[in-house]
């Protein structure tokens, strides 16, 4: 992927991290990188930049569509032809049917919906012949607990949205794909864990070992399939919504006490 140039939301912790970090071992050489905690971003770029990856950061709230509009255009002229696209960045603000704001509903959508959709539109005019558009969404987008009604909706949108996005850019040869993801410890998800729902501090390794496969997915496992279907390993292959998990959608588990 030399001289490629992607563009990573989410991109200071986690599993936007975990993808810059992967792109770059695999040789995309310019990168811009969008978060809301810009400090994070820059001891990223730091980091890539000592593995000889040119990586601009623009500091935005993603739920701020009036500062998306206003300074993504200029980043975009900054770094001229884009080739990747990962929308990983996403809210997992609790709500239900019962106890779900108005204010938390549109926090809800303006990041994991609205956000993804505007920069698919400002980016898809940069992108080169064969670039790619990888939406990180969700195995709840199949439907979730009650706690998590709202984002499950949220991410059952973007899984649709990401279909339609394929479908329209198919005849400009760009794909757009999406990555269904399962249970994945990130330091955000262990701060929820440990702080909303009183998970003691080493619930990785005690819900992990519960698991189909021993463990939780890490960041790492997202940043290796975007590797791949950002490659020309998957140059055929737009509008699939892919299941990264160790759970069957669909199906009842065998063990569940395990």
């Known amino acids: 992927m ?40 820059t001891d990223l770029a730091a980091r890539l930049k ?3 990856v040119v990586a601009d950061v623009l500091t935005l709230d993603l739920a701020d569509i009036d500062g998306l509009m206003r300074d993504l255009p200029a980043a975009l002229d900054g770094i001229g032809p884009v080739d990747i696209l990962a929308n990983t960045a996403g809210s997992t603000l609790r709500g239900g049917l019962a106890d779900t704001t108005p204010e938390i ?31 990180v969404t969700s195995m709840l987008a199949y439907g979730g607990p009650p706690f998590l009604m709202t984002y499950s909706a949220t991410k059952a949108a973007l ?30 998800e262990q701060e929820i864990q440990t702080k909303v729902h009183g998970l003691p501090d080493n619930w990785r390794e005690t819900v992990g070992a519960s698991q189909p496969f021993g463990r939780l997915l890490m960041p790492e496992d997202p940043a290796a399939l975007v590797a791949f279907l950002a490659s020309k390993d998957a140059c055929m292959m737009t509008g699939a919504i892919i299941d990264l998990d160790q759970f069957v959608a669909g199906t009842v588990d065998d063990n569940p006490g395990a």
């Open 2 to 41: 030399t001289q490629k140039t992607a563009i990573i939301t989410g991109a200071a912790q986690g599993v936007g991290e975990a993808i810059a970090e992967r792109l770059a071992t695999e040789g995309v050489t310019r990168m811009l990188l969008i978060d809301r905690n810009g400090a994070a971003m």
């Open 50 to 52: 000592g593995r000889g």
């Open 159 to 188: 899984v649709a949205m990401t279909k339609s996005a394929a479908n329209t850019l198919k005849r400009d040869r760009v794909r757009v794909l999406g990555i269904n993801l399962g249970w994945t410890w990130t330091p955000g």
């Open 105 to 135: 509903f549109d926090l809800l959508f303006a990041i994991n919906v609205r956000a993804p959709f505007f920069l698919m539109q400002l980016v898809a005019p940069k992108m080169r012949e064969g670039g790619v558009m990888i939406n």
